[in-house]
């Protein structure tokens, strides 16, 4: 195992209003469909997980058993919804309702195949709307009053413009070390050269 470390910042953004939403444009044609995951499947979020987060070090998830999966996707105020590009699974966006009318953005992001083509500000447009909508939705839960999320300096080199770009606004930075971990993927040769 290696030594070495890493510096990583952690950007933590909110909206506070659904007026704070500022939707993208979503993809020309109509191949780009956006349908929540009703069925808890441990199996198809951790696929979705390591897809996306594969080549930007998404780790935390990675040792879980079916069991953790499955407790998680059943928590009460816990969506997934899934940006298909004609068929095919191009990237998601997890929420989950907290105390006191807060929702976070859990995970977000694209598979990389997908990346630049327009998907990515529509889904995340999307998974913001359905946040303000969230947390009234279900027994026992004030209407939603904050939308929030982190994002690091390991995620896409685009994550926090499209997240500036949707209306939030940073609330907290913070900058420690961590142990460097290698991407766990994709593999190797999945991208051409540039």
């Given at each position: 195992?290696?030594?070495?470390?890493?510096?990583?910042?952690?950007?933590?953004?909110?909206?506070?209003?659904?007026?704070?939403?500022?939707?993208?444009?979503?993809?020309?044609?109509?191949?780009?469909?956006?349908?929540?995951a009703e069925v808890p499947s441990p199996e198809f979020s951790r696929f979705l997980y390591a897809s996306v987060g594969g080549d930007i070090k998404w780790i935390d998830r990675l040792g879980w058993s079916y069991?953790?999966?499955q407790e998680q996707l059943e928590r009460p105020g816990t969506?997934?919804?899934?940006?298909?590009?004609?068929?095919?699974?191009?990237g998601y966006v997890e929420l989950a309702a907290q105390d006191d009318g807060a929702v976070e953005i859990v995970?977000?992001?694209?598979v990389p195949a997908f990346r630049?083509?327009?998907i990515g500000g529509h889904l995340l447009s999307y998974g913001i709307a359905r946040a303000w909508d969230?947390?009234?939705?279900?027994p026992?839960?004030?209407?939603?009053?904050?939308?929030?999320?982190?994002?690091?300096?390991?995620?896409?080199?685009?994550?926090?413009a499209n997240y500036q770009r949707r209306g939030f606004r940073l609330f907290r930075t913070e900058t420690?070390?961590?142990?460097?971990?290698?991407?766990?993927?994709?593999?190797?040769?999945?991208?051409?050269s540039a």
């Open positions: 195992m290696s030594s070495n470390v890493v510096t990583v910042t952690t950007w933590s953004l909110e909206q506070t209003s659904p007026s704070d939403l500022r939707p993208a444009t979503p993809p020309v044609g109509d191949g780009v469909r956006i349908v929540r069991a953790q999966w969506e997934t919804w899934v940006a298909y590009d004609r068929g095919t699974p191009a995970y977000f992001g694209l630049g083509r327009r969230l947390a009234g939705r279900w026992e839960r004030t209407p939603t009053k904050r939308v929030w999320l982190h994002t690091c300096s390991l995620d896409g080199e685009h994550a926090m420690g070390e961590e142990p460097e971990v290698a991407a766990p993927g994709p593999w190797p040769g999945a991208f051409p």
